[in-house]
């Protein structure tokens, strides 16, 4: 679990990279004559919060290798970041392949954070077996 927790804290920090790049590139590219409030904040400020939920996830995983509570913490944002990534699905008219590969990173999140969630109960239980 350990080894899991620390490989998949790495992998969440490069996303959040990932998608910061992303959210930069996407508002540069945009015309200015076409940027409105909505398009701005709805398309940028969207991959931003997904990124910065891996982010959160990632450190999570990582500094709290041996407790059993962060692990259900870090499930917690990972299925925020889906909540997010399904919600903002069809965001960029512009650009789909952006938006297919939030989708795509939104069910990795969700696998994630279900994952995390059942292996830190797994864990509980097994510590309250040995203590019996």
């Given at each position: ?66 407790s ?26 512009d ?5 297919v ?7 990795i ?24």
């Amino acid at each position: 679990m350990k080894i899991f927790k620390l490989v998949i804290g790495i992998i969440s920090i490069l996303v959040f990279g990932v998608g910061i790049a992303l959210s930069l590139v996407n508002g540069f590219i945009r015309d200015d004559i076409r940027i409105t409030a909505e398009t701005l904040i709805g398309g940028s400020a969207m991959v931003l919060a997904f990124s910065a939920l891996f982010l959160f996830a990632g450190i999570i995983s990582i500094s709290t290798l041996k407790s059993r509570g962060g692990g259900i913490t870090a499930g917690v944002f990972y299925l925020a970041a889906a909540l997010i990534g399904f919600v903002s699905f069809g965001m960029y008219s512009d650009l789909k392949i952006w938006s297919v590969d939030l989708v795509i990173w939104a069910v990795i999140a969700a696998i994630l954070g279900i994952s995390f969630i059942i292996m830190s109960a797994i864990i509980v239980r097994r510590a309250r077996k040995q203590n019996t």
